[in-house]
Every structure is written in structure tokens, then in C-alpha cells.
């Protein structure tokens, strides 16, 4: 069966750490990978979006890889700090690239 | 923040009752898309939009319809709702081609008791 798993449902660490993120999945052949950010009582917000031919994207302090071979994405933020704590969620684009399939989330606090 | 909104934010409802949750976008961007968000699963999709009166269901979609008649709306109607739709609806909306970002409203909080 298809699955996205994202490595825990928190994750809690040290200001000014660099925090990890781990999306894995099976029985899919994405096209594309995104990660979003929502924060509680709010919609998701887009943050990253790489492509099946690359393997890394940065975006400030932001880098996600992409490695079909193993069926991951790493999702790190580096320097972290409170203002970072919410839930990320990583994204497949299936279906024609027309949607999506979202992971249930890791919630990231980030502890000063 | 892109130009999308959801209405009602918060509904009470009984069981039986037939609700519809709008969304509404200024962009005018081509997709447009209904996700359930329920504690353990995640978001989930119900139905999408890829144009005006084309629409398409998700992995989700028994109990709900939409409706698009307009670029700028869509709409989730549950023809009788029953308790397990309980949940935050969230609407998106994607420009198309190949930018694939989605956009996604505030949310709609719906109770069925």
C-alpha cells in the first residue's frame, strides 16, 4: 500500500541547533516534493518545493534534499529558533502533477 | 498572503442537515482544492477543481460534492452531514502550469453533532 511517513510526531530541540526532518515514503513515484509549515489554527503555508532530478534545495536557512533512490526527504533548518517551533509537512505530487498527498506532520519545537 | 477565503470559519451542525463551506479567491488561479484535516491522517483530499465546472474526487470524496461556476468560487456542499465529517476544511488554490505551490485559506471548523 502507499504511505508517507514522517520520521516522528515531535521533535523537540536546542536553539541554534540545526533540526532534521525526515519524510520517507513507499509505493509512490513522486514527480515532485514540497514542505509546508502551519502553524495551530492556521492553514498550511509553502515553503520548498524541489523536483524528482534535483537533490537539494536551499532557501535561506532552509534545505531539503530529495533522494528517490532511498524514497527520502530531509528537511533542515539551520540556526534554529522559537520562532521556527510549528508542524511540517512534506507533500508528493502524484496524480499527473494535479495534487498532492500530504505526511501527517512532525511537530518542531524549538526550545530557547 | 494570497487571496483566499473561507466561509463559514466556524458551523455547528446537526446530523442529517446539508451543509455547504464556499471558498472564494481574487487570484484567479486555475485549481483550486477542498482538504479534510483530521488528528492522525493528516490532510486529505476531498475533490479538486482544474477549471470552471471541471472537477475531479480525491481519496476522500464519498459524501461530499463541489460545484465550480466561477473562476473565484468553489464550493463543498455535504448533502447530509454525518458526525465522522467532523473536521477542519481547508481550501487551496494553484496557479497552474509548473508552479505547483499550493495556497491554502484559513480553514473552516465544522462540528456535526
Request: aromatic share 10%.
Amino acid at each position: 500500500s502507499q504511505k508517507i511517513e514522517q520520521n516522528s510526531e515531535a521533535l523537540n530541540i536546542q536553539e541554534g541547533k540545526t533540526a532534521t526532518l525526515t519524510c520517507n515514503y513507499t509505493n509512490y513515484s513522486p514527480a515532485y516534493l514540497q514542505w509546508y509549515r502551519q502553524d495551530p489554527g492556521r492553514g498550511p503555508v509553502f515553503l520548498l518545493l524541489i523536483r524528482e532530478n534535483e537533490k537539494e534545495k536551499r532557501k535561506e536557512r532552509l534545505k531539503v534534499t530529495f533522494d528517490t533512490t532511498l524514497k527520502q526527504s530531509l528537511f533542515h533548518i539551520t540556526a534554529s529558533q522559537p520562532a521556527d517551533s510549528a508542524t511540517y509537512l512534506c507533500a508528493l505530487g502524484v496524480g499527473g502533477y494535479q495534487k498532492v498527498t500530504f505526511g501527517t506532520g512532525t511537530k518542531l519545537q524549538v526550545i530557547p | 498572503d494570497a487571496g483566499i477565503t473561507q466561509s463559514p470559519r466556524h458551523k455547528v451542525t446537526e446530523t442529517g442537515t446539508p451543509v455547504t463551506l464556499r471558498c472564494h479567491q481574487t487570484e484567479n488561479h486555475r485549481y483550486m482544492y477542498w482538504y479534510r484535516q483530521d488528528p492522525g491522517h493528516g490532510l486529505r483530499l476531498i475533490h479538486y477543481s482544474y477549471g470552471v465546472k471541471d472537477t475531479d474526487k480525491g481519496e476522500v470524496s464519498d459524501g461530499y460534492s463541489v460545484s465550480r461556476s466561477k473562476t473565484e468560487d468553489f464550493l463543498l456542499t455535504l448533502e447530509s452531514a454525518t458526525s465522522s465529517q467532523t473536521s477542519v476544511y481547508f481550501c487551496a488554490i494553484r496557479s497552474g502550469g509548473t508552479s505547483y505551490e499550493q495556497y491554502f485559506g484559513p480553514g473552516t471548523r465544522l462540528t456535526v453533532t
